[in-house]
């Protein structure tokens, strides 16, 4: 937050905030023990956790297909919710992006790829979901390495991972590198969403909150990237419409919520849910809870329930 953007994000109030505007709801700090994979490294042992979660890959690949939802006629936004259903009851765990800084990585090198299906936060629940989603498609029986190429290519500006600046850390900049590689179609504007252009400055006006900022060539390309956005406006379809259109906004839709918080476009993802009744809910990971699942309130309600909430941005995958 992306959005908050791996959610525990502040070292203070401010930081919580920071993390949900990070493509990571909580980017400041992690746990070394979170599981991650850098793929294309052959030299690493081989990792129980990965082998669990390349379990979990076919697992969830082939439920999906069982249910019939990766067939060619289903959108590709219903198939990644579908990959959510599977998720649900899956544990919350904050700034997993973040846990190579803790052990001494460095942030200019090439970043290692973060990867795990039995935790998430907001953004990685996104991301995996349209991963595994993507994978299911196809056909085959996918590798733990197919899908952290889909996460590369979702995750990182240009589908090109390199230092900790190449992440889309700013949840809006992730909708939009990822509809200018037509991943994802953004709907705000369709939807009658009104123009922010305020200037995101959020992570190098707390430049204490990012561990990786400490380095000075990390800090100047992070400013560059922020300078890089201002004249790209974010299209929120504020809280009072959203009711409105709530109809023309499908299950699997990307959701990002928008705050008033100056300097950060959003605070939290997720994907739109619409229960067989008709009834639009959010399928998202929370901090407040502790696990993947899918709101008691609606999408309405959710929205106007977020303390210093503006609306939302909606993207489709395509």
């Not at 791996?6 to 990070?22: P, Q, W």
């Not at 008709?278 to 699942?293: D, F, Q």
Request: charge should be positive; aromatic fraction near 6%.
């Amino acid at each position: 937050m992306i959005p908050i953007s791996r959610r525990d994000l502040l070292r203070t109030a401010a930081l919580s905030l920071a993390s949900l505007a990070l493509p990571s709801c909580a980017n400041s700090a992690e746990r070394p023990d979170s599981p991650r994979e850098t793929v294309g490294s052959a030299a690493a042992p081989p990792d129980p956790a990965t082998a669990r979660d390349a379990e979990r890959l076919r697992s969830w690949v082939a439920t999906v297909r069982e249910r019939g939802m990766a067939a060619p006629s289903v959108p590709v936004g219903r198939t990644a919710a579908a990959v959510g259903e599977v998720a649900l009851g899956t544990p919350y765990v904050p700034n997993a992006l973040e846990a190579y800084l803790k052990t001494g990585g460095s942030t200019v090198a090439t970043e290692p790829l973060t990867l795990s299906l039995h935790q998430f936060d907001c953004v990685t629940l996104v991301e995996s979901c349209l991963a595994v989603a993507r994978l299911a498609r196809r056909s085959g029986t996918p590798s733990w390495g197919d899908f952290g190429r889909e996460i590369e290519r979702i995750r990182y500006r240009g589908g090109k991972r390199e230092g900790y600046a190449s992440r889309l850390h700013y949840f809006s900049e992730w909708i939009a590198d990822n509809a200018a590689r037509r991943l994802v179609h953004p709907l705000g504007e369709e939807l009658g969403g009104g123009a922010d252009s305020r200037p995101l400055r959020f992570m190098s006006e707390h430049r204490d909150a990012y561990p990786a900022l400490a380095n000075h060539q990390v800090y100047e390309r992070i400013q560059q990237m922020e300078r890089s956005l201002d004249s790209r406006p974010r299209w929120v379809v504020p809280t009072d419409r959203i009711a409105a259109v709530a109809d023309r906004i499908e299950t699997g839709d990307v959701l990002a919520f928008a705050t008033k918080i100056e300097g950060l476009d959003v605070t939290h993802s997720a994907m739109a849910f619409r229960e067989e009744g008709g009834v639009l809910r959010v399928l998202h990971a929370p901090l407040s809870g502790g696990v993947v699942e899918i709101t008691r309130t609606t999408l309405p309600e959710y929205v106007r329930n977020i303390r210093r909430s503006t609306g939302i941005l909606v993207a489709r995958p395509v």
